[in-house]
Every structure is written in structure tokens, then in C-alpha cells.
């Protein structure tokens, strides 16, 4: 119902832009979120935004450099990132929630590779 896309080989210092579909469910009822998993590491959340576009929340580590948007026309989720670093290496997964605490549904996560 999630379908994660848009990861791929950068340089330090790039940019890439991930999309999220939902798809079977009304886009517009949930919060949409970004986690990240990095090799060896637990799963940690990187940002989310509200369902009515007001509030965006980010994880100190990609604030000023990540923006989180979606577009509820297109029940889709966007994540740029900008200024990637190898920290930033790691597979990349959409969540939706009725809350931000809760996320119910999961995308099968896209990978992002940052070279130095």
C-alpha cells in the first residue's frame, strides 16, 4: 500500500528527492513520516509531516538540510534531501499514521548510498 522510490548512488554534497504512493487507504486522514535504517543501527526517524500540510518535524541531524512535503491530490509523500553526507547512507522507509506516534503502514524501503 506504500511504494517507496527515488534512492540511489550519491556524492557527498548531492541532492536526491524520494516519492511515496499510498495506495487503499484515504491519503488525507494520516500522518506521513520518513524512518531511515542504516547498516548495523536500529531504524530512527528522520521526519513527518501532518496530514493538513501545518506542522513538519525533523530529526536534529537533517534539519536545514531535508524537507519533508506530500501532495494529497496525489496521495504521495516527498522527501528532499539536499547536502547529503555517508552519515546519510542508509535504507530509507515511508510510514502513515492517524498519529505521529503510530505508525501503521509501511513502505518496503529504497536505498540511499552516499560516496565521500
Known amino acids: 500500500q506504500l511504494q517507496a522510490s527515488g534512492g540511489g548512488l550519491v556524492q557527498t554534497g548531492g541532492s536526491l528527492r524520494l516519492s511515496c504512493a499510498l495506495s487503499?487507504?484515504?491519503?488525507?486522514?494520516?500522518?506521513m513520516a520518513w524512518f531511515r535504517q542504516a547498516p548495523g543501527k536500529e531504524r530512527e526517524f528522520v521526519a513527518a509531516?501532518?496530514?493538513?500540510?501545518?506542522?513538519?518535524y525533523y530529526a536534529d541531524s537533517v534539519k536545514g538540510r531535508f524537507t519533508i512535503s506530500r501532495d494529497n491530490a496525489k496521495s504521495t509523500e516527498y522527501l528532499q534531501m539536499n547536502s547529503l553526507k555517508p552519515e546519510d547512507t542508509a535504507v530509507y522507509y515511508c510510514?502513515?499514521?492517524?498519529?505521529?506516534?503510530?505508525?501503521?503502514?509501511w513502505g518496503q524501503g529504497t536505498l540511499v548510498t552516499v560516496s565521500s
Open positions: 510510514a502513515a499514521g492517524v498519529t505521529i506516534s503510530t505508525m501503521e503502514y
Open positions: 509531516i501532518s496530514w493538513n500540510y501545518v506542522k513538519t
Open positions: 487503499g487507504r484515504a491519503f488525507g486522514n494520516y500522518f
